[in-house]
Each structure stands twice: as C-alpha cells, then as structure tokens.
C-alpha cells in the first residue's frame, strides 16, 4: 500500500458506483452477446440459458470474496494484491502472472474480432478496404502457402476455402518487402488499440466517460433485440430443450465464461474510486446481476427465434434478425458489435497496467512501470507498454487463440481469491465495511458435494462411461487428469470444512472455480504450466532478488 499514499505517484479519484458498474458491463456485455454465444447455443440448445445462471453463480461466489478484499484492501492490483495480502509474495507473482495472459491474449482476441466487425461494416456500406490491411501476415502466408499447395497438387481453386482464398489474395495483392515477405497487417486492429491505448493515458475520467457512452449505446441496442426478438419467437425452437444433455451444455463452458471474465477489472481500479470500500462490493454485484439477465434473456430470445442447429455463425444476433427478414435491426446489431467490442478493449485496457503499476510497487517489476503521469496521473509507462503488447500481436499475428486460455487464467485468479478469504477471514470475524456472510459448512460442503454425485450418477450416465472407458488407456486418459485431481480435491476440502468449520460460500466458490478448469482440456492446461515456468523463471531472476518485502526482511 506504499504507493496509496498522497504524493506525486498516487491516482486521482474519479469513480463513483455507476462509473464502476458501467465499466463491469462494459467489460462483460461484449464477445458474449454479439458472438460466442452463438456457438454455445448450438452445442447446448436453449438450455444454455441455464448455463448462463451456473457460470453467474460460479462467478457470484467469486464477487462476494473479491468485493471482501476491496472494502478490506482498496489498492490497484485485483486478485494480485488479493493473493499477496492473504498467500504472500510468489502466490501473487504467479496471479499476476497469469493475469498478464488473461489480459493481454484477450484483448488481442477482441481488438482481431474488432476489425473483423469494422471490415465488415465498411464493406456493406461500400467503403472496401484494401484485402492486405485487414488480415495479420502469419494468417495470410499460411493460407498463401495453403492455397499454393492445392494448385501444385494439380486440384482447382474452387476446392480452396474462403478463408483461404481471402489470405492467397492479401498476400498476393500486398507490397512486396526484402526477404520475400510482403507488407500484410491487420490496420484496423492495430489503430483500435492505438486510439483505446491513448484514451487511457490521457485519464481515468475521459475513459470512463467514453465507457458510459458506449455502455449506453449497447444496453439500448440489446433491450431493442430483446423486445423486437421476442415478437418472433417460436415456443417450439425450445424442444427438445437440452438437445445434447448435459455434456452439450457443458461444452459451452469456456465461451460462457469467456463472457464473465470482465467483471474482476473493476478491482483494478480501486485507487480511483471515490469511496472503494463502499462503491466497489456494490458495483460488482450490480453488474453480474444485470449482465446475467441480459444474458439469459437473449439466449431464449435466439434460440426461439431459429433453431439452435442454425445458430453455430460468429454474428448470431445479426443472423437471426436477418434470417426473419428484420435486416434494418441486423445492421444495427453489427454496428453496435463496434462499438461493444470497443467498449471491452477499453476495460481491459485500463486494467493491465495498473496490474503492472502494483507488482513494480512491491519491487517485482522495474520501477518505471509504476511510474504515474504528472498530468493525466495514469500509470503512464505501463499503459504504453500494455498497447504495444496488444497492438503488435495485432497488427502482424494469426491469434489462434483458444478462449480457454484466456479463461484458464481468470479461473486460476478467482479460485486464488476464494482461498484467500479462507485464509484471512474463514470464520466472517472482519470488520470490513463488506464481508462475504459466513455460512457454517461443516456439514453442508460435504451433503452438497454427495447430493452432486448421485446427482451425476443418476443423470449422466453416457458421460461415467465414457470416463471409465477413458481411463482403461493412457492417450484418452489423461485428458481426463484435471478431473481426477479435482475428485481428490473435493474430498479433501469436505475433510478440511468437516474438521475446520470452513465458511460455506468461498469453499464453493473454489470448488465451482476448480470445476470449471477442468472442463477447459488438457492442452490448454499444459499451455498454462508453460507460462507459469516462464513467469517463474522471470520472478527468481528479477523480482525475488529486488522485491521489497525481501530487501525488507534482509
């Protein structure tokens, strides 16, 4: 907490509990609605709706022990600061590590998905931009290369994706560069973040201005789709209503929570808040709570509209109204995904570099990157360093990312998070100004835990063969490793909660979070653990030889 101090390195406080929620919506209300949750629909049917309510739950008993945290620590740092105050210093390193992933490859996620919309608008109002400006250059030569194969192969072009041919004639139309190289950049992306990245810098108070404005915008949009959708639902599109069962909606897990992941930046500006202790706890829960009706609303919304099988495209809302002859409300739809997606490129935005800004106070990263703006007071190096990290992956990378990653990352800072109010605060002794109720869970961790496997056994049964078959060879059985541990995770935390009274709500919301892991596969853990080795690598190179807890104690 050195840097909260007043003097040249402290922010200015400008949000209020509306500026706070607007920026939670602002973060969640994105992606989700105006694309992942097409895919989702399809793999689950209506029922996703209920996925929806799951994945909210989940995330509620995260809220809870993020907004205790916030009224007990209201610094910068979100679930950094969170896990440094309750597991020490390399527990946070290792959040804020992964927190940089959650971050970073997102918004690179979205500013790719931004320009796609913004091509896309461009075209149909008859403003074309040039093929080569709207595509990274990885992603064009390995379609080049593509394309060129299938020709030596002696096969038309016709058999050639539209993928494909879109990147075989960016590289082709584009500049030509010494090395055989040509000039193929992704412009639209890169001068979304250049344009978010300066908002930022110039001040909290012109960013959060410009979130309320786009937050506005899109709330509009999505009560019209709502209202208008509704006049066009089929009661029948809703049967069968779990087409796939269980394991189809659950399939849907990653892109669901791909959706929520906004909500914890809010915790990353709770050195500008007016009054955090207060404002902070409020506005998280305001958030999820109308995000999740939102959500749950529209899903229902497009899956009576059209059949879930038809809903598997990247511009759902825009499909459906189009596909019922309403296109006046379809081009709306993908005129405010624009601005949706900007509105969430700009959240994270403000969150990574003041993630930075904290782990370089506590000594863990080079000064400079605490270093605040005399004029703007924004972590103005931080926040430079955070636009380049987006921009240029951007502007020249095929990001083929998985959400999985991104989501991996934020489950990891919730489940830390939860344990952490299990460490300072397990029985709701705090005297903070919020604190998340205490339930004693003695008994009810382990009679909810046997209630959700009988649960299992009775209604999934196609999914315990298909498990138990698994484990009989070691290439389909180790997928299933993450689901092991967390058997004997359960197991061991119903002994901890019967011996230790455990508070109820953060044992379940680390269990949920560790749950929803595991649904995320085996690559993407493997991908995670590769970060985590470079990250430590990192942290006993620089940050434990100059953190400041150490040279204190030395």
Request: contains cysteine; aromatic residues 12%.
């Amino acid at each position: 907490m050195l840097g909260t101090d007043p003097g040249s390195q402290s922010l200015e406080r400008h949000l209020t509990v509306r500026d706070l929620t607007s920026l939670g919506i602002a973060a969640v209300i994105g992606a989700g609605i105006f694309s992942t949750i097409g895919n989702a629909a399809h793999d689950g049917g209506p029922a996703v709706s209920l996925l929806f309510v799951f994945t909210a739950i989940a995330c509620a008993f995260s809220a809870l022990c993020y907004a205790q945290f916030a009224a007990t620590i209201p610094v910068s740092g979100s679930a950094y600061t969170y896990a440094y105050a309750s597991f020490g210093e390399l527990a946070a390193w290792i959040i804020g590590w992964a927190l940089i992933m959650e971050y970073a490859v997102g918004n690179i996620v979205v500013a790719i998905s931004w320009s796609d919309y913004f091509t896309g608008l461009m075209d149909g109002v008859g403003l074309q931009i040039p093929i080569w400006l709207t595509m990274g250059m990885q992603s064009a030569h390995r379609y080049y290369g593509e394309v060129l194969a299938l020709m030596q192969a002696g096969k038309p072009l016709s058999e050639a994706t539209a993928t494909q041919l879109l990147g075989y004639n960016a590289w082709n139309s584009a500049p030509e560069l010494p090395g055989g190289l040509r000039l193929v950049i992704d412009l639209p992306a890169g001068l979304i973040t250049l344009a978010i990245t300066a908002l930022v810098y110039i001040g909290i108070k012109e960013s959060k201005n410009a979130s309320n404005i786009l937050v506005g915008l899109k709330l509009v949009v999505v009560a019209v789709v709502i209202l208008v959708g509704a006049f066009y639902v089929k009661p029948e599109n809703w049967s069968p209503f779990a087409p796939n069962g269980i394991g189809g909606v659950l399939k849907g897990v990653s892109a669901v929570f791909f959706a929520y992941i906004g909500f914890d930046a809010i915790s990353t500006t709770a050195e500008e808040c007016k009054n955090p202790q207060r404002d902070l706890p409020r506005a998280m829960i305001y958030a999820l709570i109308i995000c999740t009706i939102l959500y749950v609303i529209v899903t229902l919304v497009l899956t009576g509209m059209v059949n879930y099988t038809e809903l598997a495209v990247g511009d759902p809302l825009a499909y459906v109204f189009n596909k019922v002859g309403v296109e006046w409300l379809g081009g709306v739809v993908a005129v405010s995904a624009v601005f949706a997606m900007a509105s969430v490129l700009l959240v994270f935005q403000i969150g990574q570099p003041r993630i930075w800004m904290t782990m370089s106070r506590d000594g863990l990263l080079p000064p400079v990157f605490a270093r605040v703006h005399p004029k703007f007071r924004t972590p103005s190096f931080s926040t430079i360093v955070t636009g380049f990290f987006v921009g240029i992956p951007a502007l020249l990378l095929n990001m083929d990312l998985v959400i999985d990653l991104t989501s991996i990352g934020t489950l990891f800072a919730f489940a830390l998070v939860c344990g952490g109010i299990l460490i300072i605060d397990p029985y709701g002794t705090s005297d903070a100004r919020f604190k998340v109720p205490y339930i004693n869970g003695q008994f009810l961790v382990p009679l909810i835990l046997t209630v959700c496997g009988v649960l299992v056994l009775i209604y999934n049964q196609a999914g315990i063969r298909e498990f138990t078959k698994a484990l009989g060879s070691y290439e389909e059985g180790r997928h299933y490793i993450p689901m092991l541990v967390f058997f004997g995770f359960c197991l061991g935390l119903s002994w901890l909660s019967f011996r230790k009274r455990l508070s109820l709500l953060p044992t379940l919301g680390l269990l949920t979070n560790l749950y929803l892991m595991t649904q995320l596969g085996l690559n993407n853990w493997l991908l995670f653990f590769a970060w985590l080795v470079i990250g430590l690598a990192v942290y006993f190179n620089y940050g434990y030889k100059k953190s400041k807890l150490r040279l204190k104690h030395a």
